[in-house]
């Protein structure tokens, strides 16, 4: 779901692209933003662009 975001897409066509429901994208798009600890779309994707995703998956 961040990488469509980070493309810009709106919840509606993130819901729409993966057919699901637009509420279940709004509920995991205020998830990434409470864990990254921001308060926009904006914020979380500049903030994911500073995650090492391959070291904390290596965890």
């Not at 509606?12 to 509420?23: F, G, S, V």
């Not at 509920?27 to 903030?47: D, G, T």
Request: net charge positive; hydrophobic share 45%.
């Amino acid at each position: 779901m961040l990488e469509r975001m980070t493309k810009g897409e709106s919840n509606k066509q993130i819901a729409y692209n993966l057919d699901i429901a637009e509420t279940t994208v709004k509920a995991h798009v205020s998830a990434i933003l409470r864990k990254l600890n921001v308060h926009n779309r904006v914020q979380a994707i500049l903030c994911a662009g500073d995650i090492d995703f391959a070291a904390y998956l290596r965890r």
